[in-house]
Each structure stands twice: as C-alpha cells, then as structure tokens.
C-alpha cells in the first residue's frame, strides 16, 4: 500500500516533486534570517534552579551590578608620575563611555591614614593618591595593606592593578506586560549592545599598549567571545565538513553526478532545517552549535548507502531502467534507514532528560534534523536520479576493498583475537569509567593564547580570583550591646538621636562574620574574601589598633558619610534583613581543584567546626548553578544511558524478531561507547557539559552500522545459506558502505578540532575515536559473533 503510493506519486513524477521541493526549500529558506545564537550564561543553567532564584535575590538585596575587570601591569613602578596619569586618563576614558555606571581603580580608594588630623575630619574630606598633596608612597603602602582594597584593585606584589569597571544596569521596563517575542528582542538587543561595548573598551585599551600589559576579564567579556566562537564555529564546521564530504564522494564513487546528487540532499536539509529553527525561534547555543555539522554528516550517511546500493543493483540489474533501481533501492533500503533514523533519534531524544534547556533543545533539533534529512534523501534522491539517463549513473567497475576483505578474513580465522581484544576492552573501560568524575573549569574551556585565558589567570593569581561565591549569614532575633569606653569615637554620641541601627551591632554578630571570614580566607583554592569584618579590621587600624565595642562601631556607621557606606558597607551588611553577605572569589585556574568537593566542605565545616546551625547560613553564586549543573548532567546522562541502550535494544527486537540477533547487534556499539568513556576517565579529563552527552550520541549514530550489516546478512543469507559466503558478500557491499560512511563521520567530527572552544574540540576527537571503534567492531566482533551463534539457524 505505502510502496504503491510512493512509487506513484513520487518516482514516477520527479518533475512536480523537484518543483515541491524547491517550493519549501525557498519557503524555509526566507526563515534563515531569523536563526539567532544564544551564548549568554542563562543559557547553561538549569531550569527553575531554586539557587539560581535566591541569587537573583541577594544581588537584589546587596545591588550587585554587572562588572568588566581590566589589570593594568605599568611598564614603570605603579606611584611614578607617568604610571598615575595613563590610569587617570584610562579611567575618564571608560568611565566616558555612554554604558559604564562607574570606574574604580587604585585612585579612588579613600585614603584615612594619609594625615594626623582627627578620625572624622579624615572621613568626610577623605583624600586619594590621585590628589596633589597626598604622600603618594604613604598612601600606596596603606593601600597594600588595606584588608579591603589588597589582592582586589592592587596585587600583593604592588606589580598589577586592577580597574573595575561598573555596568549600568538597563532592566526592561513593566517586564510583566511584555510578551514573550518583546523580551526575545530586547535580549537581542542587549547581547548587541554588549558585544558592541567590549568593542569599544577594547579599542580604548588598544591606544594604551605603550603604557604597560593590560587585559580584559569579566563575565559579559566572556560571552561575547563565546558569541564569537560560536559564529566561527558553524562557518568553519560547516565549510570543513562540506568541503571534506565533497573529497570523500569524489574518493568513493568518481564520479560527478555522485557527488550533486548526496550534496543536494545535504544542502535542502540544512537550509530548510535552520529556517525551521529560525521560524520557531529556537536559538543555537554553545552546545549545539556544531548541529549542522552533525546534520551534514548523518545526512550523508543516508545518502551513501542508498548510493551505494543503487549501483550494486544497476551492476545486477544491467538492462532495467533508472526508474525501475529507484523503486528497487527505496523499497530494500526504506526499513533499514527508517530504523537508523529512528534509533539515532532515539539517543537524541535522550537528552531531553537533561532538565538543561540547551541540551533539551540540542536534542530536539537533532530529532527534527534527522527526520527532515530522511524525507529528503527519499524524495530528492530518486527525484534527481530521474532525470538522468541509464549509462551516466554507472561507476567504473571496483575491485573489492582491501579494508573490508582484510576485516572479513580475520573475522573468519581469527575469532580468538578479537574475543581476547574485546575483553581487554571491556577491562579498561571499567577501570576508565570508574575514574570519571566531573568539572567545571571556565578558564580550561579556552586556549591558553586567548585574551579571555590570559585576563582570567592573571585576575586568579594577582587579584584574588574570578568565579564569585557568597556566604550570607542569617542572624537570630535582638540582642542589645554594651560598649568599651574611653575612645576616639565616644564623643560623637552626644548630638545622635538613638536611632536603632547602631544597636545592630552586638559582639555576638561581629564574631560569627568575623569566625567565618577568617575560615573562608584560609581555604587554598579561596581568592579574596570581603566581608564587614574587613571593614572593622580598616576601622581597628585608624583606632591605634584598638578593637572597637559594639556600641563604637554602631556609632561609627551612624557617622560614616552616605557615599562611603554605600560602596563599603551596603554590600556588606543588610540590617533590616538581620543577615551579613561574605563575598569570595575561587581561583578557577588553580590546578586540581574540585568545585564539588569544596562546596561539601565548606558545607560540612560550617556546621561542624563553626558550629552554625542549618538555617544560620546559605551558600550563593556563580560556582554553585554550574556545579548543580554539572552534577545533575552526570547523574542524567547515567539515566540517559540507560534509556537509550532499552529503547535501541527494543528497537532490533522489533525489526529482527529474533533475541540473539538484537543482543549481537547491540554489543559492538555499546562497547565502543563506553570504550570512549573509559579512555575520557584514563586520561583523567574530567567531562564537561559537551562531552558528557558523547556517549548517547556515539551509540545512536553507530547502531546505523549494525542495522545496515545484519539486514544485508540476513537479505542474502537466505539466497547462499552459508554464513562463509555471505560474510564475504556482506564485507564486499554493505561492508564497504559502512567503511566510507565511517571514514566520512569520523573524519568529519575531527574538522572540530578546529575549533576555539576546548570542550568542542574534545568532543570532536572523542566522537572521532569512537565512530572508528564502532565500525571496526562491527566489520569484525559482530560478524564474528554472527559465525558463532549461527543466529539464522544451521
């Protein structure tokens, strides 16, 4: 019935269906200039994170804002004359760009220890080494050792500087009215407007290169070079792998009809595929952005073999016509590839158990990928063929190839080998696997020549860190406060009415943030801590290093003038929350740190040696929505796996009908994909949010094998019944099909090397290695397998 339709409808009308097809392909084609790409941090976390929430909430509480971070190595001592103007005129410089709320450098830190006049006199008129009449070598000493402004706008060394520059915030206005298209928009315009900024800092930095080394870091930084990264990838992906398919189509069939026809498909697929995307407003993420890489590669692969298989019929079959081959190969290849599709789709669909948008979405588009390559080579393939006449389709007569008959003699002869090599496979797998662990390192993702890797280990080594992490403390209910006499502060009580905030500061409060700053600030992978307990140690010093009572420091920040207690104690404290934020940077670079681990530990330490109870504290920040990331990947990728070996395995039951032919065809595939996991472990690479998705995608993609070898098998296993025979003319066809689909996948994944991005690369080289694993096994273990069990009966 489906055979009769197609036959009628669509070979034997080639013309009517060629003009379809180029209808939709200029339909979808209008859509393509909607494909957008996404590589803002939103893009990795988790859906409806409850952390990612309460962050939101802190930076609200504490006006966290958006910041880049420059350092600036002078070419001469840090206080020379020269050095102090290029800061100077590099900070109007930013702060003169429409974008920048404010700069802050070493020239703004409020110097109180630069005069002998009274403690107040030197808060309300405080000085900075940017003044004329300030000792520039006394005050820069204090800035050195300044528990606030040390390791944060200067390093230890005194060598580099660091300049922080504020973002304005630019909240879309009512967010709550706007439709979900406005806020798409508005997100677009904001990653424009972003990577438009970093233009422009950068062209300022760039007129300061005489002036000493300076670099760029910083979140928003980050994401444009991703944005940037992701726009080369697809363009050198895409290229690479056309280019490379065109070589391998010109290797296999030499031929120029052989390489429009499979080039046609792979075009139409594409283009309709990423108007499709553009049409429903999916966008591209780090994470799929090798997708028409991918969709190229499987495409091919279809049409390789129908290719394939139309020539060996057209040799049998030397005086029917091109249409009756047509209906020949569609209707032996239909059930082989819809199952291919169908199982590769299946490990794609596997991702959607993520609960990570972009790995959700990756799966999707793969799936709808894959089902738009299908309709395709089936259509447009004998469409095109149609059109040409008998004798220009046929290839030059092929000797046999000497891979697959090489692989079909050991197959034959040596069984015992390649049973011991399995085995010693499946052992260092095990081994391998059990040493995976997983890790999220932003600096490693980046190679070590980059701007965005160099600005990140200089921030990590000189400025105390770059993945930012928050403490905050909750405090129990009131306690009042008894003060120290006799001291510098106790006569700037008579004129305050009592105003309640300066009775929030009781001993017990100013312990607990003390206890845990000092804890924090002596954990190795832990950068610069702040926190108000920083702020008392600046007021200890001024005091003749006199520790204040609780009453003195109540007084102290009722007389602090407004603009300094925004900036230095806000961020701090917030006492009509009754809670204290303790701010800390990890130094992402250093090396064998594990976030997990430390996370657990300050967990653990906070209640067991610290003694705080549960509900007295919560962790926040950056490090904690990409560790939950990272973990809650690992553990569904293991589901995953699971998922994708049941839904493939019941998938041969279905289409072979026969138990021991299902658990054959799997093996192969299985083993390679964890072989490739096992190597990931023994080498000691910790898997990422790119590679930890490899092993589903391995095992759908080389099933395609086993389906195309074992229908073959049993196709012509019923005309010779001789598992010999049929071996050698399974290795002879289908074999050399698997062999040059392999080659294309396996060369066309390694293009990714290519690549800016670490994690693509890795998975690149490591779906490569575990393409060729795949076809290997199955031209060897699965034939070998099939000679033992006899599957098919004596």
């Not at 339709?5 to 909607?34: C, E, H, R, V």
């Not at 075009?267 to 108007?275: D, R, Y």
């Not at 603009?563 to 961020?571: E, F, G, L, V």
């Not at 003319?729 to 990714?752: D, Q, R």
Request: proline share 3%.
């Amino acid at each position: 019935m489906l055979s009769n339709f197609y036959q009628n409808i669509i070979l034997k009308n080639p013309k009517s269906i060629f003009l379809l097809l180029i209808i939709t392909l200029l339909s979808f084609g209008y859509f393509t200039k909607d494909f957008r790409l996404d590589a803002s941090s939103e893009t990795l976390l988790i859906e409806g994170d409850p952390d990612l929430e309460y962050l939101r909430e802190v930076n609200k509480r504490y006006g966290s804002k958006d910041f880049l971070v420059l350092t600036y190595t002078p070419n001469e001592g840090m206080v020379t004359e020269s050095s102090i103007n290029n800061l100077l005129s590099l900070k109007y410089k930013i702060q003169g760009l429409s974008w920048v709320h404010s700069v802050i450098t070493l020239l703004d830190v409020p110097l109180l220890n630069n005069s002998e006049a009274p403690l107040q006199e030197r808060l309300e008129s405080f000085k900075t080494l940017k003044d004329e009449d300030v000792n520039k070598e006394r005050g820069f000493k204090e800035i050195l050792n300044s528990p606030v402004f040390r390791n944060f706008v200067i390093s230890e060394d005194g060598n580099t500087s660091g300049i922080i520059v504020y973002i304005k915030k630019n909240e879309l206005e009512n967010i709550e009215d706007k439709t979900k298209k406005e806020i798409e928009n508005y997100k677009d315009t904001l990653k424009k407007e972003n990577h438009q900024n970093i233009l422009q800092i950068r062209e300022v930095i760039k007129s300061y290169d005489d002036a000493g080394k300076i670099y760029l870091g910083g979140i928003p930084m980050i994401a444009d070079d991703m944005m940037s990264f992701i726009k080369s990838d697809i363009i050198v992906f895409g290229l690479g792998v056309l280019l490379f398919i065109i070589a391998t189509l010109w290797f296999v069939f030499r031929k120029l009809i052989w390489i429009i026809v499979p080039i046609s498909s792979c075009f139409f697929s594409v283009l309709i595929m990423t108007g499709l995307l553009g049409l429903l407003g999916w966008k591209v993420t780090v994470i799929s952005s090798n997708f028409i890489a991918l969709m190229l590669i499987l495409t091919m692969a279809m049409n390789i073999h129908m290719s394939t298989r139309f020539l060996q019929l057209r040799k049998d079959f030397p005086d029917s016509s091109n249409f009756e081959i047509s209906s020949m190969t569609t209707s032996k290849m239909f059930w082989p590839i819809i199952y291919t599709v169908l199982t590769t789709v299946c490990a794609f669909l596997s991702l959607i158990f993520s609960g990570i948008k972009p790995i959700i979405d990756f799966g999707w588009m793969m799936t709808f990928g894959l089902i738009t390559s299908f309709v395709i080579t089936f259509t447009l393939l004998p469409t095109l063929l149609g059109f040409v006449s008998n004798n220009n389709v046929n290839v030059k007569e092929d000797s046999d190839s000497k891979i697959t008959s090489f692989f079909g003699r050991i197959s034959i002869n040596n069984k015992n080998i390649i049973f011991t090599l399995t085995s010693l496979v499946i052992i260092l797998s095990v081994i391998g696997i059990s040493r995976l662990e997983v890790e999220n390192s932003f600096i490693n993702y980046f190679n070590k020549n980059t701007e965005i890797y160099k600005g990140m280990k200089l921030i990590d080594e000189k400025l105390g860190g770059t993945t930012p992490l928050e403490v905050i403390l909750k405090f129990p209910q009131k306690e009042k406060l008894k003060s120290n006499s006799d001291n510098e502060f106790e006569d700037w009580d008579e004129d305050e009415d009592q105003n309640d905030e300066k009775y929030w500061f009781t001993k017990d409060k100013v312990d607990k943030i003390k206890a845990v700053h000092s804890y924090l600030d002596g954990l190795p992978p832990v950068g610069k801590v702040l926190s108000f307990s920083s702020i008392i140690e600046v007021a200890t010093q001024l005091n003749n290093n006199k520790p204040l009572g609780s009453l003195e420091m109540g007084v102290l920040y009722s007389k602090i003038p407004e603009s300094i207690k925004k900036d230095i104690i806000d961020p701090y404290i917030s006492i009509e929350d009754n809670e204290a934020r303790i701010s800390l940077r990890i130094k992402d670079s250093q090396d064998g740190l594990r976030r997990n681990d430390l996370i657990k530990q300050i967990n653990y330490d906070l209640k067991n040696k610290l003694k705080l109870r549960e509900e007295e504290f919560k962790l926040a920040g950056v490090l904690i929505l990409f560790n939950n990331l990272l973990q809650s990947l690992f553990k569904s990728q293991i589901l995953t796996l699971g998922l994708v070996m049941i839904g493939i395995f019941a998938m041969f039951m279905i289409l072979f009908r026969n138990l021991k032919l299902s658990l054959i065809g799997v093996v192969p595939n299985f083993i390679a994909a964890f072989f490739i996991l096992g190597i990931i472990g023994l080498l000691g690479i910790p898997l990422d949010m790119m590679t930890i998705t490899i092993a589903a995608i391995t095992i759908g993609i080389a099933v395609d094998n086993s389906i195309h070898y074992i229908y073959r098998f049993k196709e012509e296993f019923l005309k010779h019944k001789d598992y010999e025979k049929t071996l050698k003319i399974c290795h002879s066809t289908v074999g050399v099909a698997i062999l040059n689909t392999s080659i294309t996948i396996v060369f066309g994944f390694s293009i990714l090397v290519f690549s800016k991005f670490i994690p693509t690369i890795y998975f690149g080289v490591f779906t490569g290695i575990a393409m060729l694993l795949a076809m290997i096994s199955v031209l060897t273990l699965l034939p070998s397998l099939i000679l033992i069990s006899k599957p098919f009966g004596k």
